[in-house]
């Protein structure tokens, strides 16, 4: 039962479909290390199995090899002894010769008995023959799928690390994308913006004031040449005269 339960558990691995395996599983990693595991611990299974098989088989033969041989002596001893009994029987022995015909049937009993004996084993021999043929190819189709294990392992983790420095070069670009309003770059530049359109508006307030002042000087000039003028009328000048000989009224702010 122990060498069926083997030679089951390798047929159902070298028909086991890893792809689709990797496919169900929702961590192709861990996986595929059980799966060698699992595979390594059916292939020291099986190797255990298959020599214990292959000894036993050994055994057998052996033993039909010995029956054979020993039907093949006791074959030449019958014809030892026959041909004795007819050498004595020619000479007249006849008491003797009949006591070697019977040795010789003894031996040609033996000789049955070990045919029977080499006959009987033979469809065993046959039959543990072609199992260890077939848990051979099992093992062999199990090495082969083990080997496809761990080159799927090998590329799976290679691909896997690839992805990851790829989403690690993705994430960083974005972090640093200046161009995207929510970067703390956007917002640090937003900030900058706002505080030069403050100072803009505070130049330009400054800038009204100044304007402001010089207005207000022009019409304080005007205000004192109009007073200069009237006072040189009420002095008796003629307006024009008045408007020449006025004079300048330099202005104090």
């Given at each position: 039962m122990a060498k069926q339960s083997i030679f089951g558990r390798i047929s159902t691995l070298v028909r086991a479909n890893i792809n689709a395996l990797l496919d169900?599983?929702?961590?192709?990693?861990?996986?595929?290390?059980q799966l060698v595991r699992d595979y390594t611990n059916s292939i020291a299974d099986a190797e255990a199995a298959i020599a214990e098989?292959?000894?036993?088989?050994?055994?057998?033969?052996?033993?039909?090899?010995?029956?054979?041989?020993?039907?093949?002596?006791?074959?030449?001893?019958?014809?030892?002894?026959?041909?004795?009994?007819?050498?004595?029987?020619?000479?007249?022995?006849?008491?003797?010769?009949?006591?070697?015909?019977?040795l010789a049937k003894i031996a040609l009993q033996r000789q049955i008995s070990e045919e029977n004996q080499a006959k009987a084993v033979e469809p065993t021999i046959a039959?543990?023959?072609e199992v260890v043929d077939k848990l051979k190819d099992g093992l062999n189709g199990m090495k082969q799928k083990l080997e496809q294990l761990k080159?799927?392992?090998?590329?799976?983790?290679?691909?896997?690390?690839?992805?990851?420095?790829?989403?690690?070069?993705?994430?960083?670009?974005k972090?640093?994308?200046?161009?995207d309003p929510t970067s703390e770059l956007g917002r640090f530049e937003d900030k900058?913006?706002?505080?030069?359109?403050l100072a803009q508006g505070k130049q330009e307030l400054a800038a009204s004031s100044i304007d402001a002042q010089f207005n207000q000087l022009e019409d304080v000039g005007?205000?004192?040449?109009v007073e200069a003028r009237l006072a040189a009328l009420k002095g008796g000048?003629?307006?024009?005269?008045?408007?020449?000989?006025?004079?300048s009224v330099p202005y104090t702010p």
């Open positions: 169900s599983a929702e961590d192709p990693q861990k996986m595929l290390d098989t292959i000894g036993n088989l050994r055994l057998l033969e052996r033993d039909h090899q010995e029956d054979v041989q020993a039907a093949a002596e006791w074959g030449n001893k019958a014809l030892a002894a026959s041909r004795k009994a007819d050498q004595l029987r020619g000479q007249g022995s006849t008491t003797d010769a009949d006591k070697f015909d019977n039959a543990q023959t080159a799927k392992r090998s590329e799976l983790l290679a691909r896997a690390k690839t992805a990851e420095a790829q989403n690690k070069v993705a994430d960083a670009v972090s640093i994308d200046v161009l900058i913006r706002r505080q030069e359109a005007e205000l004192t040449e000048a003629q307006p024009a005269q008045a408007a020449i000989d006025a004079p």
